[in-house]
């Protein structure tokens, strides 16, 4: 599930939601946006509703996170609710790998923006390659059967469709899939940040992405979040 967008006003609003999910899941994936703006109070109040989930829980900070400029905060203050925060380190909870990065904006296939130009531009790529390294090095460290790719942003167009065709370069980036399609034990990879995209997608190697976008799945899925088996 992702783009909780917790405000100071959300009090106990996802409490009883992972609580249901406790009952019906092995893992809970959260997919970045967590908070509104990354405020220090925004973060505590998810954690708060964090504490009625019962089985482990992995995700990633999306854009509003960093809104604040301290990121490291809203990630320890979710950390000490229980929630492993990925990013350079996988983890592997019953037998699946779960390796994660925010991903980063730029484009998809031969619209994908390449570094040329003013240095402005190219230190903007460099922010996309940098993303996808991250997770393609957390990939390459798990040797499990099964893993599965967590993102804020999405790495391909196929869960973006939907949304206004203008804003696609700021949804996801293709480098994102190119990480994961190097690796043949990912099993799916999940996604946020598009609200009016599609749920399911595939990389150009086939494997089944998912935007897990609490908006995205209420239309579609008529619940706040996705079950995915892998």
Do not use: W
Request: proline share 4%; hydrophobic share 40%; net charge negative.
């Amino acid at each position: 599930m992702g783009d909780l967008h917790v405000t100071e006003a959300s009090e106990h609003r996802f409490r009883d939601v992972f609580a249901e999910i406790s009952e019906v899941a092995d893992v809970l994936v959260l997919c970045g946006d967590l908070t509104n703006f990354g405020k220090t109070r925004e973060a505590e109040i998810l954690a708060e509703d964090l504490r009625a989930c019962t089985i482990p829980s992995v995700g990633v900070l999306g854009n509003h996170d960093y809104e604040c400029g301290q990121p490291d905060e809203v990630a320890k203050i979710l950390h000490s609710a229980g929630m492993t925060v990925l990013g350079e380190q996988a983890v592997i909870i019953h037998d699946v790998g779960f390796a994660g990065v925010k991903g980063f904006l730029g484009g998809f296939g031969r619209g994908e923006l390449g570094a040329f130009g003013e240095p402005a531009i190219k230190s903007f790529v460099d922010a996309a390659l940098e993303e996808a390294r991250r997770l393609e090095n957390a990939l390459r460290s798990l040797k499990t059967e099964r893993s599965v790719a967590v993102l804020h942003y999405a790495p391909v167009v196929d869960t973006v469709e939907g949304e206004p065709l203008e804003i696609y370069p700021f949804l996801g980036c293709s480098r994102l899939a190119d990480a994961v399609d190097r690796f043949d034990h990912v099993a799916a990879v999940v996604h946020g940040h598009a609200h009016r995209g599609r749920h399911r997608g595939r990389t150009p190697r086939g494997i089944p992405v998912y935007n897990c976008a609490m908006m995205v799945t209420e239309a579609e899925l008529s619940k706040p979040y996705a079950l995915i088996e892998v």
